[in-house]
């Protein structure tokens, strides 16, 4: 069984800083790019940003410059560091990973998207 397991959601005011990340487990044979959505209340789920496993990145417009996405591919995790926030980010942070598990008798080997429960981020002003 594979998850995603996020950790880091907090309460910051405005202007700080805050750390999320998100660790993979389970019979993973690889893992394709990884990333963070995000969910206001009232508001569709949105892309935040995404890494493949080469590092190539990729930022919404409105976080690029204030946040930061890395991963640890032997750790199978995934980083988001968020600088000079503002309340808008307000909202439940998803972690989201492209894993092909280990095949198994009833199960082949194919990708498949995984998400992680949330973790909620309030920046107060």
């Known amino acids: 069984q594979v998850q995603l397991v996020e950790s880091g959601g907090a309460l910051v005011q405005a202007g700080g800083s805050m750390g999320l990340s998100c660790a993979a487990s389970g019979s993973i044979f690889s893992i394709n790019v990884m990333g963070w959505y995000r969910q206001a209340p009232g508001k569709q789920r949105e892309l935040v940003t995404t890494?493949?496993?080469?590092?190539?990145?990729s930022y919404a417009d409105s976080v690029k410059g204030r946040f930061t996405i890395h991963r640890d591919n032997a750790k199978n995790t995934v980083f988001l560091q968020m600088n000079s926030l503002k309340p808008e980010d307000t909202a439940v942070y998803y972690c989201?990973?492209?894993?092909?598990?280990?095949?198994?008798?009833?199960?082949?080997?194919?990708?498949?998207?995984?998400w992680g429960r949330g973790t909620q981020v309030t920046v107060s002003s």
């Open positions: 890494i493949t496993t080469s590092g190539t990145t």
């Open positions: 989201h990973a492209v894993i092909t598990a280990e095949a198994t008798p009833l199960a082949p080997r194919i990708p498949r998207n995984y």
